[in-house]
């Protein structure tokens, strides 16, 4: 396993275990399946504002979550204030994955 920063050739894998969330869960508050494209300009948003995105990958190059920081909110006050999220493909929920991506997240 390895945890390393997200590269725009994850994207696609990125994508799919998100939309896995929006399809069976109410987490993410979507009701639509967000494309690569989409998906792409949001990783694209957080490395701009020199926030981290983080993938956790096996030894096979597969993605198997991931997790970053976002801005809260706009306005000045919350300048310093951001937005965990932590995705794991399903199949290896309850493993600890999600506890190890936050851990590297917030260092």
Known sequence: MEIRK???????QITAIYNFYV???QVTFEE???????MHS?????IQRD????????EEGEVLGYA??????????????VEATVYLMPEVQGQG???ILYEALLA
């Open 68 to 81: 970053y920081a976002s801005p809260w909110h706009n306005r000045s006050a919350y300048r310093f204030t």
């Open 23 to 25: 399809e069976n869960t």
């Open 97 to 99: 994955y999600g506890t």
């Open 32 to 38: 639509e399946c967000a494309t690569p494209d989409e």
């Open 51 to 58: 926030l981290p995105w983080l993938v956790l990958e096996n």
């Open 42 to 46: 949001r990783v694209e948003k957080v």
């Open 6 to 12: 997200v590269k725009f050739s994850d994207v696609e």
